[in-house]
């Protein structure tokens, strides 16, 4: 049983636990319609969020009260679209999440939008939680008359990995910021501008981003393709050298050899797949 200490609005309670006297959050429809402050209730079927052990948050209590209920409404979806399609989601980030959409609701209203520089390589790299965080489009345009941009859904796809991932919100962004500068580093030793939307590019992104992993993991490939790829492909060995002595001075970490015969194939796919292209 919990005991209300406030009603956000007819979906969202904030209640304490008769059994444990700790906060809680109550989400379910029409959960808060016609409740008084101390009147008992049963949550049973209801969304339950424990206030104390949220995730990236300093002062839960103080934070829900800031939120407008409806974007906790709007985090709650989200994290049960990305349970539905993913399977497990850590439900600790509703806070910061609802946190966010408030604040960037507040940013579009104000005419302050923040740019997002790396929403292509999110879009690929985080593909399954864009597209969880496309979902809240609808919601928010019923509610707020406000279209979201690709660069805050951008932004919202990167909380929600944090949910599905032992990632926070910061390192994730950290992860795209690196494999945007590999990439970079690869377009100018090639000379040519990847296709984003090609399955060559997919597979390099993805493969730059677990490289990047297991460098701040120190995690190694054990299989070396090293000796093939210099002797078949000395070109993308060459440019593969240079980018992993760039990419360990960026990340401060050493990369482990065997990630050069790798990272050399995936640059020989993508040079073969632009000169299909340029031929055709």
């Known amino acids: ?154 932004y919202i796809a990167l909380h929600i990995h944090s949910a599905i991932a032992e990632q926070n919100v910061s390192s994730s962004m950290q992860v795209a910021r690196c494999v945007r500068e590999c990439i970079n580093l690869i377009e100018k030793e090639i000379n040519q501008s990847i296709p984003v939307m090609t399955l060559s590019y997919n597979r390099l992104m993805n493969h730059v981003r677990y490289m990047v992993l297991r460098a701040e993991q120190n995690e190694e490939i054990k299989l070396s393709m090293n000796d093939y790829m210099e002797l078949r492909f000395k070109k993308s060995y060459g440019i593969a050298t240079y980018v992993c002595d760039e990419m360990s001075k960026i990340l401060r970490v050493k990369l482990h050899e065997n990630e050069l015969g790798y990272l050399a194939m995936h640059i020989q796919r993508c040079i073969e797949e632009i000169e299909s292209e340029i031929q055709e």
């Not at 049983?1 to 429809?29: C, G, T």
């Not at 850590?90 to 939008?113: C, M, N, T, Y």
């Open 1 to 154: 049983m919990y005991r209300v200490e406030k009603v956000l609005n007819h979906n969202v309670v904030l209640a304490i636990s008769e059994e444990d006297k700790q906060e809680y959050l109550i989400m379910q429809k029409g959960i808060g319609f016609g409740k008084k402050v101390a009147e008992r209730f049963d949550a049973e079927d209801a969304q339950v969020y424990s206030l104390v052990d949220v995730k990236n948050a300093k002062d839960t209590t103080s934070s829900v009260k800031e939120i407008a209920p409806v974007y906790l409404e709007a985090a709650n979806m989200l994290l049960d679209e990305t349970q539905k399609r993913i399977g497990k989601v850590d439900r600790s980030v509703l806070i910061p999440l609802a946190d966010h959409i408030d604040f960037a609701i507040r940013r579009i209203k104000e005419q302050g939008e923040i740019s997002n520089p790396l929403i292509a390589d999110i879009q690929v790299l985080f593909h399954m939680e864009y597209k969880v965080a496309e979902q809240i489009l609808p919601f928010i345009e019923e509610n707020e008359g406000i279209t979201l941009s690709e660069s805050e859904i951008g």
